[in-house]
């Protein structure tokens, strides 16, 4: 049984069922949701990908629920691999399955444990991270290790980008830890006691840019929210979406979010150095060119994006 919810499981599914060695017999996503301007109801790309292929899809509220407990039990799977499901799973469940679960997690454990290991990789400058497989245990990602790979962090980099990557060297290594196991050729190793550092999920507040910060890490941290859930500031009362900027090693004499628009564009003061803005999102409106909209909102000298009296 596969279980994973968004875009970045897909890759793992469709390896395994192109796999001649392994059956896909369900697959376990979350529940149907409303999403989209429209607040339509849409059924995640797991479950899309399953619906295409005739697999029969499983979407408990909860994997606590003793209906799918009791469906998982009928299935008798040998094992179930798990990429970005969503939801913890109960001691109660990880028992059913012989080889227990397998998770293929984005980061190289035990750094970045929890929901979002890419992003915090991302903003934290790491220059290398990479996948694990691990088996599932009722601690968060502290199970055992099968494999792992690695992928060096771009300079330019967004956290989508990198996702985009992993996804699919994780899928093969997902595959080849699953086709380990069912040889008997591969054992899981503790996870070190040292190094371990923790990864929670990011919400639309914690993408807030600090003027503050220097240049460089300004630039991490938009990087690492791109593009979800997307990096923003305030302008004059009001949100304003940003794209990956371009840092500056000087500060040209502004100071932390005081704009400055000129022949080398639209650039905002740090705590050090500058940045380059690439392009903006006001609040109700299209993205578009900094240079673009600076020309309509015509900032006065000495104006600043940011200040902490505008509304989130």
């Known amino acids: 049984m596969f279980a994973g919810t968004p875009d970045v499981a897909v890759p793992s599914l469709d390896l395994l069922l192109a796999s001649e060695r392994h059956e896909v017999v369900a697959v376990l996503t979350r529940p149907d949701a409303r999403s989209g301007r429209g607040r339509r109801v849409s059924r995640s790309p797991v479950a899309e990908r399953a619906d295409a292929a005739g697999i029969p899809v499983l979407q408990p509220g909860s994997p606590r629920d003793p209906g799918f407990l009791a469906a998982l039990a009928g299935l008798a799977v040998d094992c179930a691999p798990v990429v970005a499901y969503g939801a913890l799973v109960p001691r109660a469940a990880l ?53 792992v790979v690695t992928e060096p962090v771009g300079q330019r980099d967004t956290a989508g980008d990198l996702l985009a990557r992993l996804a699919l060297s994780g899928a093969r290594l997902l595959v080849a830890t699953l086709d380990g196991i069912a040889d008997g050729t591969v054992v899981p190793e503790p996870q070190p006691a040292e190094g371990v550092s923790l990864a929670p999920r990011i919400e639309p507040a914690d993408a807030r840019v600090d003027w503050s910060l220097p240049a460089h890490v300004v630039d991490r941290r938009v990087r690492g929210v791109t593009p979800a859930p997307g990096a923003w500031t305030t302008w004059r009362g009001d949100r304003l979406r940003l794209a990956p900027v371009e840092p500056l090693p000087t500060s040209l004499g502004l100071a932390p979010g005081e704009l400055s628009v000129g022949p080398t564009g639209v650039l905002v003061g740090t705590g050090r150095g500058a940045v380059r803005l690439t392009t903006v999102q006001p609040a109700g409106k299209r993205v578009l060119p900094a240079a673009d909209w600076a020309r309509g909102a015509r900032p006065a000298p000495g104006e600043r994006v940011g200040d902490e009296g505008a509304a989130g």
């Open 95 to 147: 028992d059913l399955p012989r080889h227990g679960w397998v998770n293929l997690h984005f980061s190289l454990l035990p750094a970045w444990r929890g929901a979002a290991p890419v992003q915090h990789a991302v903003m934290a400058g790491d220059e290398v991270t990479g996948a694990c497989t691990f088996r599932l245990e009722t601690g968060l990602d502290t199970g055992p290790v099968y494999g």
